[in-house]
């Protein structure tokens, strides 16, 4: 690939740990709606919008509702969400992702959040991380949820970047099939049995620095 110029992060489950959160929240909608929903479950939602998620949980319970109750369900859920996330702070930004972030930061290297989140900005600013981000694109900003690659491509043209300079984090199929359809080089964070399209993994943001960074996006 190209030098790189830029690294897009998804936030739930990469940058902080609110994907408990929402799996929390989904749960206690499915336990109202009477079924049952679990962490493998979950792993469907990951990555995807609010309503698509919903989609794939009332799928789950084989339920069917009109639109206007699907958005009310969806508003429930997210209430629940934002109360959960509004006690957050910087403890739960994930293991070596400060470090990683101001690393970039003083390499010259631009840094983007790639978030479907419409509640980015409150995790965000709870956790102080605004500061560490030279764009910031969430669920505000997009039309089209992940796995179509809008998210990054407005982020690659907001840092000024072309897509074969840009390195994406995520930790969910739908993000890396996004990045891989935005021409993106993508680094899963989490399991490799999960993220194997990506081209490569690894287990938290620990393992990354830009001397390692420089070296996985080497042409081979």
């Not at 990555?47 to 369900?73: C, H, P, Q, W, Y």
């Not at 969806?74 to 702070?89: F, G, H, L, Q, R």
């Not at 984090?169 to 194997?196: K, N």
């Amino acid at each position: 690939m190209s030098p790189i110029k830029a690294c897009l992060f998804d936030l739930d489950g990469v940058l902080v740990d609110t994907a408990k959160y929402h799996y929390i929240a989904w749960k206690r909608l499915a336990s109202e709606l009477g079924f049952d929903f679990n962490e493998k479950d979950n792993e469907r939602l990951k990555g995807v919008s609010r309503m698509a998620s919903l989609d794939i949980l009332l799928e789950i319970g084989n339920l069917s509702f009109d639109d206007k109750t699907k958005e009310a369900l969806a508003e429930k859920k997210n209430t629940w969400y934002v109360e959960y996330i509004s006690k957050m702070d910087a403890s739960e930004i994930l293991p070596g992702s400060l470090h990683f972030l101001k690393e970039l930061k003083e390499s010259g290297i631009k840094v983007a959040l790639g978030s479907a989140s419409k509640n980015a900005m409150i995790i965000l600013n709870n956790t102080g991380l605004v500061p560490y981000f030279d764009a910031i694109i969430d669920g505000t900003k997009t039309q089209s949820a992940k796995p179509d690659p809008e998210v990054f491509l407005l982020g690659a043209q907001a840092l000024n970047a072309h897509p074969s300079e840009c390195v994406v984090f995520e930790d969910a199929e739908a993000g890396i099939e996004a990045a891989t359809r935005a021409h993106m080089y993508s680094i899963g964070v989490g399991s490799p049995e999960t993220l194997s399209k990506a081209n490569f993994v690894v287990s938290s943001l620990q393992e990354m620095s830009v001397a390692r960074l420089t070296e996985l996006t080497l042409p081979a």
